[in-house]
C-alpha cells in the first residue's frame, strides 16, 4: 500500500493478522497487526477490560446523543465533529494497549507517518542500507545495501533484521525502530539479523 495515497493510518500492535479496510476513495485507514512471541500466560493485558462488564443497551444510540450533547453545549465553539470522532478514535485505541506500551495501538495522518518513514529511512541511509518494514512480525527486510557504506560487507539482500542492539523489534513503534538507529558518527549498532536458516550479530559503525 502507497502511504503517500492514504489519508490515515493507524499501526496496532497485536497478536496474528493483518487486516486493511478501504471507506470510499478519500480515506484508507491500514491496521497493521504483528504477533508477540508471548506465552499465552504473558499476553500483556490492556488498560481497560476490553469486554464490558455490564449490560450497555443503545450503545451507538448513546453514542451519538453524548456526541450532539457535547456539540450543542461546550463551552466553547471550536470543537467540531471531526474533532470529537477523531478523540473517541484515540480513545479505543488507548482502551486496547496494554499499560506496559500505552501507545502500542496509535493513529497519525498520512503526514505524519511519512516524516517517520523518512527518518527511518534517513538514519539507515547512514548506516548504508534501505528496508521495508515488515508489520506482520515487526521486523526489517533489507531491500538495498548502499555500495561504499559501512554495511556494505556486513548486509546481504533480504537479511531480515530482528533486533537493534538486542533490542526486539516485535510490537514496536516506527518511533522506537527510529530511537534504536540514533547515534553519533563513529558510534556502532548491533543489529541481530535473520539470513537464510543462521541467526546473526552483525555490528555496523555509523557515518
Keep these: 500500500m502507497d502511504i503517500i495515497n492514504t489519508a490515515y493510518c493507524i499501526i496496532i500492535s497485536m497478536r496474528y493478522k493483518l487486516n486493511c479496510?478501504?471507506?470510499?476513495?478519500?480515506?484508507?485507514?491500514?491496521?497493521?497487526?504483528?504477533?508477540?512471541?508471548?506465552?499465552?500466560?504473558?499476553?500483556?493485558?490492556?488498560?481497560?477490560?476490553?469486554?464490558?462488564?455490564?449490560?450497555?443497551?443503545?450503545?451507538?444510540?448513546?453514542?451519538?446523543?453524548?456526541?450532539?450533547?457535547?456539540?450543542?453545549?461546550?463551552?466553547?465553539?471550536?470543537?467540531?465533529?471531526?474533532?470529537?470522532y477523531w478523540a473517541a478514535i484515540k480513545g479505543m485505541l488507548r482502551h486496547i494497549s496494554p499499560p506496559e506500551k500505552k501507545d502500542l495501538a496509535t493513529i497519525w495522518t498520512a503526514s505524519e507517518y511519512q516524516k517517520i518513514l523518512d527518518g527511518l529511512k534517513g538514519k539507515q541511509v547512514s548506516l548504508g542500507f534501505k528496508s521495508s518494514f515488515n508489520a506482520n512480525d515487526g521486523s526489517l527486510t533489507v531491500t538495498e545495501v548502499l555500495p561504499d557504506s559501512p554495511a556494505e560487507s556486513v548486509l546481504e539482500l533480504h537479511d531480515r533484521i530482528l533486533k537493534i542492539n538486542s533490542n526486539e523489534l516485535k510490537g514496536m513503534s516506527l518511533h522506537e525502530l527510529n530511537a534504536l538507529l540514533e547515534g553519533d558518527e563513529g558510534s556502532k549498532v548491533t543489529l541481530t539479523v535473520n539470513r537464510g536458516l543462521d541467526i546473526l550479530d552483525l555490528t555496523i559503525k555509523l557515518e
Design 21 to 84: 479496510l478501504i471507506k470510499g476513495l478519500i480515506l484508507i485507514i491500514a491496521i497493521s497487526i504483528s504477533s508477540y512471541a508471548y506465552a499465552d500466560d504473558f499476553v500483556p493485558k490492556p488498560i481497560f477490560p476490553v469486554q464490558l462488564e455490564h449490560e450497555f443497551p443503545e450503545a451507538k444510540e448513546t453514542f451519538e446523543e453524548i456526541k450532539k450533547l457535547i456539540l450543542e453545549n461546550y463551552y466553547t465553539g471550536d470543537i467540531n465533529e471531526d474533532a470529537l
